[in-house]
């Protein structure tokens, strides 16, 4: 790159920290900015379009246009070569603007005497701001070092958005992080919450976009560069017996430190006159928007790291790390683009709600959240972007609905909603100790799922007749290395010793598919819901079982004990499974350890395989828990995970709830005990279709309770049940609609 070039380069950023300094307001600033940058390109027309909207850019600013037209010319995102520009967050360039592709004629302007186009995308960080253009009559290709000068500027221009520099009339230019924001992502836990957003990571704000002495912004580069060096070699000292999966990330983070190109464009950045920081976010900004376009998930997975690389020498070149002295609200919503489950159990419940930006509703976080009851919504694309410390927030976990900065009309009807859910409470609180026992006479066991010991002191509060899911997985994803059977002994002995004698059914270790292990080596399974997972692992390595077998045992302690085995999906796993548990029982009794008083030994039917198993397998099987959110997405071919296919499917659907009625037909001739347990399970209506259909436990998570007893008090199962039978008759799809009308004529 010529030194001449950087020098202009260094000249026009120097008259722009002029601009960034001035008294003017927002408007007489940016009009100023597209003076000198016209000026500085020798092109006669200079604009700066922003968005007014998530789908609409304004004319905000322009030298050479018709002055008329500012605030006047809007377009939709993908409409004309601005909209393209701003769509697809890439470099527009071309030296006949009409004959290009997506040009759209706007006479307002004054722009067809125009033939030369150049458009830059104004974006930080992945949030995308605006376009700036320059345009010339001559018909001519923007050359590299104009492009890149350009994309300077537009780097500079959008942390001086950021800092406010240009706040004026109107919806384009209104500050940015006021507006009210709706956001709408997944259901990954249910329920409501009003707080105050507490960013998991704070934003980096670079306050000097511009350096005056490049020659010391390289060393201040350097500096932190070796630093982030030193940092990322100790980490890979300190985790070389760690997990191979830590181990790659790692050293992918090294081979990025490393890379003379990421160095190279840096400098590049700062002689062109922007400082360190302004430079880094410039590569981090651009590594952002290179991942919204790539498909593969490995180069995606490396773009990441080179994102969350890029932050850390953010944080040392300006001091501002995750400690921001900022202090935790009363009412903290804990927002992230994901976090982990040790992470999350940090935070406990002193956390009102969660709202991540990636996630999915089978995730780690997902689960902790459950086990804790606080909402949370995932799949809340770019709200780390737009949220800020302190920020009024409202998470509506049952709808997967986030209010950011919301209206008082908003807040007025959401705390309406919060109100009802608590009269709603205060009502179930009166039928907590009452036996759910339909008006036709039939007793439903309720029982609830738990996974920490922070569950255990809802079994009084919720009215739970004992622990129908003890999730065993969570004590092994949340710690960096495989516990200790002693510590599994401790545990499983205080959850028992909880339950004050009440039936707790100990899941084992469900992992793999969304739940991998950070200490285990991870698979590569185009289909991991359906590959190397739960009984599978559990039976390819009995080493793991049995330690876990062997501690549930001790901690028995000669009480009784019931373990049921995850994802089993032909008899033979079942009967495998069984034989490790006599096989530990019999190496306990040798080595003298009490034995339990009793011992079930159940299964999870969670695929449809398991429910045409031989009858010989109903006969010797202890007991049967349907796993409705697996089965259900295999009855469908539905993927849970998948917003576009998992809400189409319905648990009301004729066809599932004969195949419900079949596996309830099955477990009757040969006695065997059966449950329902997932989500549905705490959703009244589908509870209480469930128990019509035959089931007599459901399981789920506390809070559920109460609402499901409390329809189930109020129904007659057996006129229900002739709905349901009339409507399957009809041919009809689902009994939903005919369900939903029936319960509200019963009021």
Known sequence: MADGTESESRKLLGRLREAMASDEAGQARLDRITHLIADSMGTEVCSVYLFRDAETLELCATEGLKPESVHQTRMRLGEGLVGRVAKS?????????????????MPETGEERFSSFLGIPIQRLGEKLGVLVVQSRIAREFSADEVYALEVVAM??????????????????????????MFRGGTGQEGAAEGHVWLHEPRVVVTNPIADDPHRELERLNEAIEE??????????????GDKEQLQVLEAYRMFANSKGWMRRMEEDIARGLSAEAAVEKEQSQARARMEQV??????????????????????LTGQGKQTGADLPVDPILVARNIGPGDLLEYGRSLKGIVLEEGSVGSHAAIVARALAIPLVVHAERITTEALNGDHILVDGDQGIVHLRPEDSVVSAFRDKIAMQADAQARYVSIRDKPAVTLDGHRINLVMNAGLMADLPSLTGSGAEGVGLFRTELQFL???????????????????????GKRVVFRTLDIGSDKVLPYMKPTDEPNPALGWRAIRVGLDKPGIMRMQLQALIRAANGRPLTIMFPFVAQAEEYRAARAEVDKTIERERILGHKLPETLEIGAMLETPSLAFAPQKFFDEVGFLSIGGNDLKQFFFAADRENERVRRRYDTLNCSFLTFIEKIVERCEESGTPLSFCGEDAGRPIEAVCLAAMGIRTLSMRPASIGPVKSLLLRTDLRQLREIISAERHKGVQSVRPAITEWFRQQG
């Open 228 to 241: 982030l060096r030193v940092g990322v070699d100790r980490m890979l000292e300190m985790s070389q017996n």
């Open 295 to 316: 498909q593969d998930a490995y180069l995606r997975e490396r773009l990441a790291d080179l994102d969350d690389l890029s932050n850390r020498l953010l944080r040392i």
């Open 478 to 500: 949340v710690r960096n290395q495989m516990p200790k059977r002693s510590e599994l002994v401790a545990l499983y002995a205080r959850v028992l010793d909880a339950a004050q």
């Open 156 to 181: 500079v221009l959008a942390e001086m958005a950021e800092l406010g520099a240009f706040v004026g009339e109107g919806a384009a230019l209104s500050p940015l992080h006021q507006k009210s924001a």
């Open 89 to 105: 967050g890439k470099v527009v360039n071309t030296p006949d603007a009409p004959s290009a592709k997506g040009f759209r004629y």
